[in-house]
């Protein structure tokens, strides 16, 4: 248990802070009305613990279209999943730390290289934990990616609403 203990924490380090900035900028939640979903590879680890990433695809998709947005191959913001997993097979133990983000592909001029460059801004991302048994893990997951997209979506109302951005 020491072990999965030990591996929970190397994968919370892994999760980047939040966000911040306020509107009116390209990292903004504001007149977003239409993303994109994307899907990153799991860990070789998800397979034992149940995790397909099939079932949390459309879950993602699901909220977010219910919550107000629409969803557009061509849009300019991205809404990513990312999901680490580990296993330890003595134990039956299972940790995944789920993470959503939302970014904007803007194009900025480097004055170092002396050109214009491309890249990704992060708009909100927040992340969780979870560990669980593997015959409970896939249940434990979607219930983080759940509250995930939930609390991106509540911080898109908010933002356009009047509220303060990356909340």
Excluded at 42 to 57: F, K, N, W
Excluded at 123 to 139: E, I
Aim: neutral net charge; proline residues 4%; aromatic residues 4%.
């Amino acid at each position: 248990m020491r072990r999965l203990a030990v591996l929970l924490a190397v994968l919370l380090s892994t999760l980047p802070a939040a966000a911040g900035s306020a509107g009116g900028t390209p990292a903004d939640l504001a007149g977003i009305k239409e993303i994109r979903i994307a899907i990153s590879q799991v860990t070789p680890d998800a397979s034992a613990c149940g995790i397909d990433l099939r079932e949390l695809q459309p879950l993602v998709s699901g909220r977010i279209v219910a919550g107000g947005l629409s969803i557009d191959p061509a849009a300019d913001v991205t809404i990513t999943l990312s999901i680490l997993t580990g296993y330890d097979r003595t134990t039956g133990a299972c940790a995944s730390a789920p993470m959503l983000g939302a970014y904007r592909q803007v194009s900025y001029f480097d004055e170092k290289a002396g050109w214009l460059r491309s890249g990704q801004v992060v708009l909100w991302q927040r992340g969780t934990a979870t560990t669980t048994t593997s015959p409970d893990h896939a249940d434990a997951v979607r219930a983080a990616v759940t509250r995930l997209a939930d609390t991106f979506l509540e911080s898109w109302r908010s933002v356009n609403t009047g509220g303060l951005a990356n909340r």
